[in-house]
């Protein structure tokens, strides 16, 4: 197992960009849907001030125009960002071709509406909601290289999970997401409350709560499991439910007697609980696994 907490991860929302006309940090361009139909009257203005909380796509749509359009006569591309107190120009612009009355369609199917919380990124958003992180994405007019910021709203497509994953004090949505996993396989396999803890503060310990594609030497994952000590591939170590069930071992254990999970280890219901972890994870650093059990144990009781 790798030395814990080795060095501090760096998500979407920690990384920064910068705009290719200014060098400075700037708010995504992202594709947020209105509900205010376009103001087609402010068209012909001929230059807009960035205002926090805007896009380019929410500012064409307010003045009626295309957003290809906007970034088109601002030398802009889908990728590029903007910030606050920007001067954008907006004459010349083509406005959007009013489309030909015909029978009404059937209403889209409305998305639900996520706010960003620190830490947060694409991925633990989308997984937390059953989504693939590309839908989000798309949904949301951004690619992989776009940044989030705490206070953003972003859309969940339609068909998802809509309701916001539980809020737990000290986690963000994807640690949210990873613990509720690990509570879900304890509760299939019949693991203790206890074990169930055990498991939350050592994943915590190893990755931050997170999947984690590096570590110490091969480590990977969830709890920085090693392929080199028998513990599967990198892509099977990288599997978050196969790593949980490795973790908790027993019958279901998907490496057999190749490792030793939890449920392997004879008396493990009595030893403290950095003893526990220590046995499973044979980390350099045991004594670091106790800090969690207080926080495992307050987390454990708000998924249940």
Do not use: C
């Not at 979407?12 to 708010?27: I, N």
């Not at 926090?52 to 088109?72: E, F, K, M, N």
């Not at 409350?193 to 050592?202: M, Q, S």
């Amino acid at each position: 197992m790798s030395p814990p907490m080795r060095r501090h991860v760096v998500s979407h929302a920690q990384k920064s960009m910068t705009s290719a006309r200014t060098g400075l940090p700037v708010a995504i361009v992202g594709a947020i849907a209105l509900s205010v139909a376009p103001d087609a009257a402010h068209a012909a203005d001929a230059a807009y001030t960035v205002a926090p909380g805007d896009t380019v796509s929410s500012i064409a749509a307010r003045h009626g125009l295309r957003t290809a359009d906007v970034l088109q006569s601002n030398g802009l591309g889908w990728s590029s960002v903007i910030m606050p107190g920007q001067k954008l120009h907006l004459a010349g612009t083509e406005a959007a071709p009013t489309p030909p009355v015909s029978a009404p369609a059937a209403p889209a199917p409305s998305a639900a509406a996520y706010t960003i919380r620190a830490g947060d990124t694409i991925s633990g958003i989308a997984r937390a909601h059953g989504l693939t992180t590309d839908a989000v994405l798309a949904a949301n007019g951004l690619d992989r290289a776009s940044i989030i910021y705490p206070g953003q709203v972003i859309s969940v497509p339609a068909g998802a999970a809509v309701s916001a994953p539980p809020v737990v004090d000290g986690l963000d949505a994807e640690q949210v997401a990873n613990a509720q996993l690990i509570v879900r396989v304890g509760r299939e396999l019949g693991v203790p409350d206890r074990g169930i803890a055990v498991a939350l503060g050592t994943a915590m310990q190893e990755s931050w709560l997170r999947n984690l594609d590096w570590g110490d030497r091969d480590s990977l994952g969830l709890f920085q499991q090693r392929p080199v000590a028998g513990w599967g591939t990198a892509a099977e170590v990288s599997d978050p439910t196969r790593s949980v069930r490795a973790f908790y071992g027993g019958p279901s254990d998907p490496n057999g007697s190749r490792t030793r999970g939890l449920l392997d280890i004879s008396g493990w219901e009595a030893m403290s609980y950095a003893d526990a972890a220590q046995a499973v994870q044979i980390s350099a650093y045991p004594e670091r696994y106790a800090q969690w059990e207080a926080p495992a144990a307050l987390w454990l009781a708000a998924l249940r």
